[in-house]
């Protein structure tokens, strides 16, 4: 019931391109879903996040999209950079519960 | 940009000893947490505290482990007898109501 399950693990986009990060989730009590970036020796970085009342969610390049019946959500990051090489974590948590993770994907972007 | 802050940045403690990691989080937060993170593992959640008491721990977050609100600014986790297994990336956030988590940098705790 509290397990979020990411995919992929590691992901290799060239510069330019799409990268789409998928997560899972069981528990339908959550209603808060973010997803967190991580730079290698730095803690995650919370980049956007949504609330199950919408469908996609759009900052800048990044844009969650979420499918509350099928209990899915995705992290889109359009014209990937090299700087977005980084470790992704998505997450779903009550309001004001603990928050739990997927395993991460680790994104490689190459120039 | 208002910051979580995390001391010291790595500790490095025998086997058996008490370690206490520090944090001051945002100061208008109201929720606070520590989670771990083994390296190149997911991040685990550890306990959540509110209003000046535990309001939720894991299963990882046993005897060996206690958090305090000393003062109104920090924020600690103290480890009473470390174990080799407890070498991790250990991470305080905080957040208000409805919000994600703002993260500190991190303690890299070795114990040897």
């Known amino acids: 019931q509290q397990q979020v399950k990411q995919s992929p693990q590691s992901l290799i986009v060239q510069k330019g391109g799409i990268s789409i990060i998928n997560c899972a989730y069981e528990n339908t009590a959550f209603d808060y879903f973010p997803w967190y970036q991580q730079f290698p020796g730095k803690g995650p970085a919370l980049l956007i996040a949504?609330?199950?009342?919408?469908s996609e969610k759009k900052e800048g390049r990044f844009t969650i999209s979420f499918n509350k019946s099928a209990k899915q959500f995705s992290l889109h990051i359009m014209d990937s950079q090299p700087g977005d090489s980084a470790t992704y974590f998505c997450?779903?948590?009550?309001?004001?519960?603990?928050?739990?993770f997927g395993d991460g994907t680790t994104l490689t972007v190459k120039p | 940009e208002p910051e979580v802050t995390q001391t010291p940045s790595h500790q490095v403690t025998q086997m058996g000893q008490e370690v206490i990691l520090r944090c001051v989080p945002i100061s208008n937060h109201l929720y606070f947490y520590w989670y771990r993170q083994i390296l190149g593992q997911k991040v685990e959640f550890l306990v959540s505290f509110y209003n000046n008491e535990i309001s939720e721990k894991s299963e990882i977050f046993d005897d060996q482990f206690s958090v305090e609100r000393p003062d109104g600014s920090n924020f600690t986790l103290k480890i009473r007898s470390t174990k080799l297994e407890d070498s991790a990336m250990y991470f305080c956030?905080?957040?208000?109501?409805?919000?994600?988590?703002?993260f500190g940098s991190g303690t890299r705790l070795t114990v040897v």
């Open positions: 997450a779903a948590s009550r309001r004001t519960g603990k928050s739990t």
């Open positions: 956030a905080s957040r208000q109501e409805e919000h994600g988590y703002t």
């Open positions: 949504i609330r199950p009342d919408v």
